[in-house]
């Protein structure tokens, strides 16, 4: 039976590195964009890849190719996950199952349309999942982020609000980027756009982190006449 990873502030857990954890996240995105800057190359040396997308039109090609190797890449990256931790991560679950469904409409339509669109639909779908979780009483941002550190209930709260409207900016952004720009700008959006914007919105959150983090015993500070 597969399970998923725990719930943040769960006594007992042994969380995963968070080095393998950030790696196992970002290799597929790394994957993806190394496709389709050199989708030739990867053709020549992999013939069977030539094969995917119109050979007529190169031009075009390169993000069928990047599409089917990520969605490879994804695949890879849960089950390397699920083997190490014996858990599946939540929202690079969730992103997997959407980069396999809407991956494969890009390759089955051969329309670049469906992946362009999977950014918008992840991010809004993790949005609507944390702002959602949060009126259940639900602070699933500590999924993410609970092997980095630890935070109070009410840290974990906020932090998840804080992200859940982060991701609805993202998805507005990304429909305004694939819409308005080439295949080319998009792409290089989504992994050197998106990415400095995530690390920045991450260290602006550092000052609700710190105030939130929940110290261990020996950190404590005395209390008078102990």
Do not use: C
Not at 32 to 39: C, D, I, L, T
Not at 50 to 75: E, H, R
Not at 99 to 120: A, N, S, Y
């Amino acid at each position: 039976m597969v399970h998923f990873e725990e719930a943040p502030n769960t006594p007992g857990v042994k969380q995963p590195n968070p080095l393998l954890k950030l790696a196992l996240e970002l290799g597929p995105l790394g994957v993806f964009f190394f496709a389709n800057a050199r989708s030739a190359w990867l053709a020549e040396k992999l013939p069977f890849l030539a094969n995917i997308g119109d050979p007529a039109q190169p031009d075009s090609q390169g993000i069928f190719i990047a599409t089917a190797l990520f969605i490879v890449a994804t695949l890879i990256s849960l089950a390397v996950s699920l083997a190490v931790t014996r858990r599946l991560p939540v929202m690079p679950f969730v992103t997997g199952i959407v980069v396999l469904v809407f991956g494969g409409l890009t390759l089955w339509l051969q329309d670049d349309t469906f992946i362009k669109m999977k950014p918008t639909i992840v991010n809004a779908l993790f949005g609507g999942v944390l702002l959602g979780g949060l009126l259940f009483g639900k602070s699933l941002i500590g999924y993410v982020f609970d092997s980095v550190f630890s935070l109070t209930d009410e840290g974990w709260r906020k932090l998840t609000l804080r992200w859940g409207v982060f991701f609805f900016v993202l998805a507005v952004l990304n429909e305004i980027v694939w819409r308005n720009f080439s295949t080319d700008t998009w792409v290089s959006f989504k992994v050197f756009g998106i990415m400095p914007l995530t690390i920045l919105f991450t260290l602006t959150q550092v000052p609700l982190i710190t105030r939130e983090q929940i110290r261990p015993p020996e950190d404590a500070t005395p209390a008078p006449g102990e």
